[in-house]
Every structure is written in C-alpha cells, then in structure tokens.
Nanobody
C-alpha cells in the first residue's frame, strides 16, 4: 500500500501563495488518482483537487478553481498543490489521499490511503 506524507503547511497572509507537497512511498503503483482534501475546524473534510494517472487530468472544487492547481513529479513520486490568492476561508488541515478508482472522486471514502495532514492558516 502506498504511504503519503504531506509537507509545506504554515501561517500565511491573505493574498499570499503557498505550495504543499505530497510524497508517496511504498507500493507507488497502487493508485491511479491522488487528491487533496481539507478539513477546517468543526467542518467536514472536503475535496479540493485531484489528478489522475497516466492522463494527468485534473479536477477541482469550485471554491478553488482559478486559484489552486495540482501537479506531479513522476521521478520523485511527489504531487504538489500550488495555492494562490489565499483567503482566510482556506484555513484548514490539508490531506493528501490516493485512490485506485477510474475517475476522480470527491467522496472521502473512495480513497484508501491518507497522509497525516499539514496545517495551513491564512490570516486576514
């Protein structure tokens, strides 16, 4: 099973940019989709953006379209989340997740591997 580890979260100001990383290890072919989810205090974990192998197709939540992008470095087995024009409402713990599905799902239970999360805090 693939193991995922997120990094890059920190405190930033509104309007700033931030890049998160998700490094995969273990059985790295054991997934076809990697996605980012986030969970704010007192709220449900929500889908942010996902990328498929091998097509590279990406899917994003409406709340982040035009601001967040996902990309991968195949050689490093790493997926990146580039976040621009950050807003206070983007404050959350960001999680990386992997799925063997054929299509990018926004449903948490469709993902079989999860990282431990990284905190992103956006101050106003």
């Amino acid at each position: 099973q693939v193991q995922l580890r997120e990094s890059g979260g920190r405190l930033v100001q509104a309007g700033d940019s931030l890049r998160l990383s998700c490094a995969a290890s273990g059985v790295t072919f054991d997934y076809s989709i990697v996605a980012w989810f986030r969970q704010a205090p007192g709220k449900e974990r929500e889908f942010v953006v996902g990328i498929r192998w091998p097509s590279g197709r990406t899917d994003s939540a409406d709340s982040v379209k035009g601001r967040f992008t996902i990309a991968r470095d195949n050689a490093k087995n790493t997926v990146f989340l580039q976040m621009n024009s950050l807003k206070p409402e983007d404050t959350a713990v960001y999680y990386c997740a992997a799925s063997m599905g054929l299509f990018t799902s926004s449903v948490r239970n469709d993902y079989h591997s999860w990282g431990q999360g990284t905190q992103v805090t956006v101050s106003s």
